[in-house]
């Protein structure tokens, strides 16, 4: 595995090491553009301290010229962890080296999180 497991409840304190180190944190959402509507995390991005890229995986190589550089820490999400996977793996692949995998997606994070609904 190329990239590390990120649990939602320490997202924040990931965000903050981030950008301690001079870095600017990425989380980039994978889902659907419905599915990030019914459950979106803009809220959180604001408040911990970490960008929001959208890139849906149905569209996901058409958008690859619009992602940050491949030293930039990512971290992956989707609706239960599967297709955030796969996005990471693509990218370690492409060179990204400082990758995380959101574990669980959103409805993980829905469940540290109740601010964020449920599908």
């Not at 001079?22 to 970490?50: C, I, M, N, Y």
């Not at 971290?75 to 955030?84: E, F, K, N």
């Not at 997606?105 to 999180?113: E, F, K, L, M, T």
Request: aromatic residues 10%; proline residues 8%.
């Amino acid at each position: 595995m190329r990239f590390q497991p990120l649990p939602p409840a320490q997202v924040a304190d990931w965000a903050e090491r981030m950008r301690a180190a001079g870095k600017r944190p990425v989380v980039l959402d994978v889902r659907e553009e419905w599915e990030q509507q019914t459950a979106h995390v803009q809220q959180q991005a604001s408040s911990q301290g970490f960008h929001l890229l959208s890139a849906p995986l149905s569209v996901f190589l058409e958008l690859l010229d619009d992602l940050p550089p491949p030293d930039q820490p990512l971290a992956c999400l989707c609706h239960h962890g599967v297709r955030s996977q796969h996005a990471a793996y693509f990218l370690s692949q492409r060179g990204f080296s400082d990758l995380y995998d959101i574990s669980g997606g959103i409805d993980a994070w829905a469940s540290v999180d109740n601010s964020i609904a449920r599908y």
